[in-house]
């Protein structure tokens, strides 16, 4: 397990934990992905402060349906799903970014025992953790800087496990690799909890296209800030200038793949490392998987869970899944 520290303020309600030895630092999963047959970057990386504020961005753009659509989904079953819950909850969010959407269930919970939001940009976690403590006072409030799929322990607090998964973050993964995470959180949650996760419904491909490459040019921004994060943290001397912003959807395996491609040949010093880079090659960033709806719920029972309820916005153009361990 990784070492943790506690570091209390002077509110009892709120604590933050740092989870502070990553399984595989910045610097040595950049080089690796880099120095692959196919480079690739891993995605979570996208996540430092200016990562995660363009995503907020991304958030509120007219193309990019997911986030508004499940936010409807959430108000309008909010009483439903906190029916399902109960009382004495603890609401354990993986990837919480800005919690927004956590306080649609925060207000309708009764008597909930915690909220513990996870996420690995350190500096928005606890702006937004803080900002949840304030709002809400008497809820015990523990900040996890960690990446949710790590090795480490949740904090040891009496009440039941609720997972909270939105933003449909499980399409980020392969299928695979969203059964396997699921089934580690089925374990991690532990007996007589629920996971509550938003998954992307398969749709037309120029909608999902256009969600994911917007006019404005946000999300290639976003895109394109992982390099310029190894400019800032590794030294890089990458041309942000010199790639282009290349997202479709791949309708055979149904998901979206956004890569960054360079522009002409190159070589980018990383450090004393040297890249190449050929003309038109791609470096992978993000892949979004999207599903149908009873394609996800087999998927959840084959990680060992029991799909209770699953609620859609009248266009089905995502989807809000109650599981059960």
């Known amino acids: 397990m990784p070492d943790q520290y506690h570091h209390k303020t002077a509110r009892a309600d709120f604590e933050f934990i740092d989870c502070k030895h990553e399984d595989q630092p910045f610097r040595a999963a950049f080089l690796e992905g880099m120095t692959a047959d196919e480079k690739a970057i891993p995605c979570r990386y996208l996540y430092d402060e200016r990562g995660s504020q363009l995503f907020d961005q991304i958030c509120e753009l007219p193309e990019y349906y997911p986030t508004r659509t499940e936010t409807r989904i959430l108000r309008d079953s909010a009483r439903k799903i906190a029916d399902l819950i109960g009382e004495n909850a603890i609401l354990i969010e993986l990837g919480s970014g800005s919690s927004t959407k956590t306080r649609t269930l925060l207000n309708v919970l009764e008597s909930p025992a915690a909220y513990i939001p996870i996420d690995i940009s350190a500096e928005h976690l606890e702006a937004s953790a803080r900002s949840i403590a304030q709002d809400y006072p008497g809820l015990r409030v523990i900040a996890m800087c960690a990446n949710y ?53 398969k749709k037309e491909k120029d909608q999902l296209e256009a969600a994911y490459d917007d006019a404005a040019g946000v999300t290639a921004e976003f895109i394109t800030n992982i390099l310029a994060r190894a400019n800032r943290e590794l030294g890089a001397d990458f041309d942000l200038s010199q790639f282009d912003y290349d997202s479709r959807y791949n309708e055979e395996a149904g998901r979206i793949e956004m890569r960054l491609r360079s522009t002409r040949d190159q070589t980018v010093e990383i450090g004393d490392k040297k890249i190449k880079l050929a003309k038109g090659e791609a470096i992978h960033v993000e892949n979004s998987h999207k599903y149908a709806v009873d394609e996800f719920e087999k998927l959840a029972r084959s990680a060992g869970y029991e799909p209770v309820a699953c609620h859609t916005d009248p266009d089905r153009l995502f989807s809000l899944h109650i599981l059960a361990t």
Not at 151 to 166: I, N
């Open 149 to 201: 799929s790590g090795d480490y322990d949740l904090p040891d607090v009496d009440g039941r496990r609720v997972g909270f998964f939105p933003g449909s973050t499980i399409g980020n993964l392969t299928r695979d690799g969203a059964r396997e995470l699921l089934a580690d959180w089925r374990k991690r949650l532990g007996p007589d909890s629920l996971m509550i996760i938003g998954v992307d419904l």
